[in-house]
């Protein structure tokens, strides 16, 4: 069974202070990784989709990275408007070219204080 | 704008009422889903469809039933049978084709238990 284990539940970070999110997976095998930011009471907001270990991809202040174990949301400099919860969720490649299970996170809590 | 809209957005459920949450996408998607969101959990997955006229089951499909009669369309009925109805719903979409399967979310329905 897939399973997706997000780290630190919550982070508080002060205005320029920089840090990381884990995401943790174990996949028979990983079709693609997905990070996505959600504002309270709103739908997710899709940020990333990474492929295979080694891959990088960059969006303003965010840069995810994957190993074959673990993704890494890296947020530099951040900012107040960077406050959200933030998920990770993998899918698997069980279903041949079918439909692959989306499996998520319980996301990662991120406020930042200006 | 292409994208995908949810109504309503509060909805409010008396004991032995069904209740359906419309969701609509116009972005040519031929893949759809509902998920389930409650607090401190990852999202659950209750049915998805890949192709119009066809669906299939998820992870937490009891009390729940669907239908895909056009491609634009994925409505899901809360069905009196779903004893523990309170959550915040969200639809998405995708492509449908493999490595074009990042999903896109709504804005989510809040149902509430009177």
Known sequence: EDQVTQSPEALRLQEGESSSLNCSYTVSGL???????????????FLFTLYSAGEEKEKERLK????KKE?????????PEDSATYLCAVQDNAGGTSYGKLTFGQGTILTVHP | DGGITQSPKYLFRKEGQNVTLSCEQ???HDAMYWYRQDPGQGLRLIYYSQIVNDFQKGDIAEGYSVSREKKESFPLTVTSAQKNPTAFYLC???PGRIYQETQYFGPGTRLLVL
């Open chain 1, 71 to 79: 993704s890494f949301l890296h947020i530099t400099a951040p900012k």
């Open chain 2, 92 to 94: 998405a979409s995708s």
């Open chain 1, 31 to 45: 079709r693609g990784l997905f990070w996505y930011r959600q504002d309270p009471g709103k739908g997710p907001e």
């Open chain 2, 26 to 28: 116009n972005l040519n």
């Open chain 1, 64 to 67: 995810a990275t994957l190993t």
